[in-house]
């Protein structure tokens, strides 16, 4: 574990883009990545998250964590990472959040359910009544091993099937069990409500697997991703594609308009892409989680840059999924 308290460099502002300036509305969710430990190293993802990373959120910083969610009265914890549940104290802070009757969403990859000394994992989040966001990049085998491991489908199919036995996905159980899907390259994803139902009608018919909804998400041109593309020659144009679907009408519904990302020190950012970037507010120094105590960021402006085309391309893209239902 490593632990940092002296503050990092001040973030960098951006180079100059066209994307539209932002301000922060009322806060409502507290994302925060408790370390990039993960057993998973996914060529998509963009906190370049894997089995080699000893990041980790100390003790001190992670304490924090519920009297900010009361301070600010917020409605939902949403932990990342890497793979959130490496965290040692990740069921600690699960249950001391639910018990301030805050929502918790997992950003779960499925295959840490089968991992050692993760064996009674899904039951805790089934008892918790966790919301699990669980990564499947596609419904073929082959898609989803090529981008995330050999191997990894399967132990994905069987890590749904143990949560769909405890009742996630089911309907009436009050256990939300959320899909996300990813393109396998530099694409937009297809709109949102058709993919949801070839998710539902493949992994139904050929698994028995059944889910509450879908994500579609956009890959985002940074870190990992960012690098493939670029040696690939096709970073640029997957930018200008970005910039050249962007939807107006999704500003008033990206994520950083309510929610405000902590990496694993403690620092807070408008979201979890600005925080991979080291992006902070212009104007403003880098704020710490303990400021929320007493700081309310409403109104505050959104640090934008290019990359937060990403997230109105289309049909949009954020944590929760496609913000419209434009065409991809």
């Known amino acids: 574990m490593q632990l940092h308290s002296a503050p990092p460099p001040t973030g960098a502002q951006g180079p100059a883009t066209a994307f539209p300036p932002l301000q922060r509305g009322p806060l409502t969710t507290l994302q925060v990545n408790l370390g990039y430990r993960c057993n998973q190293a996914c060529s998509h993802c963009h906190v370049n998250a894997g089995p080699s990373r000893t990041e980790m959120m100390d003790p001190a910083t992670l304490a924090l964590i519920p009297p900010v969610l009361a301070a600010r009265q917020l409605s939902c914890l949403d932990l990342t990472g890497g793979a959130p549940e490496l965290h040692p104290q990740f069921r ?22 089968s991992e050692p000394g993760q064996a009674d994992l899904a039951r805790f989040l ?31 199919i069987e890590a749904l099937r143990q949560l769909n036995a405890l009742g996630y996905g089911q309907q009436g159980s009050g256990l939300e069990l959320q899909l996300v899907y990813n393109p396998q390259g530099p694409e937009l994803p297809p709109p949102q409500a058709q993919l949801e139902a070839d998710y539902r009608r493949v992994l139904g018919a050929d698994f028995g697997v059944v889910f509450t909804s879908l994500y579609a998400l956009a890959n985002m041109p940074i870190q990992r991703f960012a690098s493939w593309l670029q040696a690939q ?6 930018q200008a594609l970005l910039q050249n679907k962007h ?31 080291g992006l902070s507010a212009a104007g403003r120094p880098r704020r710490h989680l303990g400021e929320l105590l007493s700081w309310d960021p409403q109104g505050d402006a959104v640090a934008v840059a290019d990359h937060c085309f990403g997230c109105t391309a289309g049909g949009g893209s954020s944590c929760g999924g496609a913000l419209s239902r434009a065409a991809g």
Request: net charge negative; hydrophobic share 40%.
């Open 92 to 113: 600690e802070l699960v249950v001391a959040a639910r018990q301030l009757g805050v929502e918790v969403l997992d950003r779960c990859n499925l295959t840490i359910l």
């Open 233 to 238: 020659g096709k970073l640029e144009a997957y």
């Open 126 to 156: 089934a008892d918790q009544g966790v919301t699990v966001v669980a990564s499947l990049p596609c419904y073929a085998a082959e898609n989803v091993d090529r981008q995330r491991g050999s191997g990894v489908f399967e132990r994905s």
């Open 247 to 277: 939807c107006g009408a999704n500003l008033e519904r990206v994520m950083c308009r309510s929610l405000i990302s902590v990496d694993w020190q403690g620092w807070l950012y408008d979201c979890d892409f600005n925080q991979q970037l």
